[in-house]
């Protein structure tokens, strides 16, 4: 796989590629064997809960995060993490939750779930890469970066390539969705209806080189985040501006363009058509009509944006790279920002069930923030 699509987002790519073996050749190594991540065991580090974590959910009471070589922790307060036995070392971009049913996803095509709020899991899901699979098919062993589930039965799974997943069955069986547009066009693909007259964000500083450009161009861009709102519409956002709306669960996509070239990381659904869409360079975007117009929030930083999470009454918590974490109390009011230091590059955002503070989790592991 390329290394561009070992990621949540392109800044994890180095940090998403562990070292199960050296080389016996390296200095201070010693001989081993490569340890197929798949197949293999989580093992069971002290330090997991200050290590790279990407995605958190609420499940029975207590919460689940998730990261790389397949760790699995939980917690009863956010405070006192202690890790989970998994079937795999694979790492874990996205976890989501309906009660206490819990579904992780990430490399290797990899899909666990958890009956029991994420004390015990199985695979019902994995595909990783062979070297048979060189030149075929891109999204054999492609990560998956975002999970979504209406309920206990119906589900989505996406990630790199456009690979796009679905299933009926609370994910017993995962079947192949059609998203992106089978078309190389830069508009937006076959299906790009977006508003063509909305004035691009202002960039000037924004340069990309041929090869960027080139990535622009794939019929398949990679698939970063999927959010419902409530109008039970579904919303992904992708590489290079691109975005794919559903209004009829899943069955059917149309292809949008942002008024901006650049990848959005993540997604917040509110009431109605009302959607959020935050990533690279500190650019965000809101909508109202599930991306038919969009509006440019202004975010005060050009450091990347991660991940979120909505709060009451059109309200956001967003955090990214070097620690930055962007708070607005209610839809429309200014975001003010803030800085975590201790957190580094910053993955998601959990609020707790109680009180104003939120969970982060990224490559420093997880933290509690709130804005004062």
């Excluded at 197929?36 to 990407?54: G, M």
């Excluded at 595909?127 to 699979?133: E, T, V």
């Excluded at 970063?224 to 956002?237: E, H, K, P, Y």
Aim: aromatic content about 6%; some cysteine; charged content about 20%.
């Amino acid at each position: 796989m390329a290394p561009r699509v070992l990621r949540k987002c392109g800044f994890f790519a180095a940090l998403l590629l562990p070292a199960f073996a050296l080389p016996a050749d390296a200095p201070g190594a010693k001989a081993s064997v490569w340890v197929d991540p798949a197949t293999a065991p989580a093992e069971i580090r002290p330090l997991a809960a200050k290590s790279l974590l990407l995605d958190i959910v609420r499940s029975g009471g207590h919460y689940v995060a998730v990261g790389a070589r397949g760790d699995v922790l939980l917690s009863d307060d956010g405070q006192a993490w202690r890790q989970i036995e998994v079937p795999t070392r694979a790492t874990f971009t996205a976890v989501t939750a309906i009660d206490t049913q819990v579904w992780a996803v990430g490399h290797d095509g990899m899909i666990l779930h958890s009956t029991d709020a994420g004390e015990h899991w199985r695979v019902q899901r994995k595909d990783p890469w062979q070297a048979a699979d060189a030149g075929g098919d891109p999204t054999k062993g492609a990560p998956l970066l975002d999970v979504l589930f209406l309920d206990e039965r119906r589900g989505f799974a996406i990630g790199a390539y456009s690979l796009a997943l679905q299933t009926a069955d609370g994910g017993e069986t995962w079947n192949p969705m059609i998203v992106a547009a089978k078309s190389a066009d830069a508009g937006g693909g076959d299906d790009d209806t977006g508003d063509s007259s909305a004035k691009r964000a202002d960039d000037s500083k924004q340069t990309f080189s041929a090869a960027e450009l080139k990535v622009g161009q794939e019929a398949t861009p990679h698939l970063n985040a999927i959010a419902r709102t409530g109008s039970g519409a579904l919303f992904i956002v992708a590489e290079r501006g691109s975005a794919f709306r559903s209004r009829d669960n899943g069955a059917t996509w149309k292809r949008l363009q942002l008024p901006y070239d650049g990848s959005m990381f993540g997604v917040l659904g509110y009431e109605g058509d009302h959607v959020l869409a935050f990533g690279l360079r500190g650019h965000a975007f809101e909508s109202m009509d599930l991306g038919d117009h969009w509006t440019l929030v202004t975010t005060g930083t050009e450091l990347s944006l991660m991940g979120g999470a909505a709060t009451a009454d059109g309200g956001a918590v967003i955090a990214g790279a070097n620690g930055v974490v962007l708070v607005r109390n209610k839809a429309g009011a200014p975001l003010r920002s803030f800085v975590d230091q201790s957190a580094g590059i910053i993955a998601t955002v959990l609020p707790l069930e109680k009180g104003p503070a939120v969970l982060l989790a990224g490559e420093n592991g997880i933290s509690r923030f709130e804005a004062k």
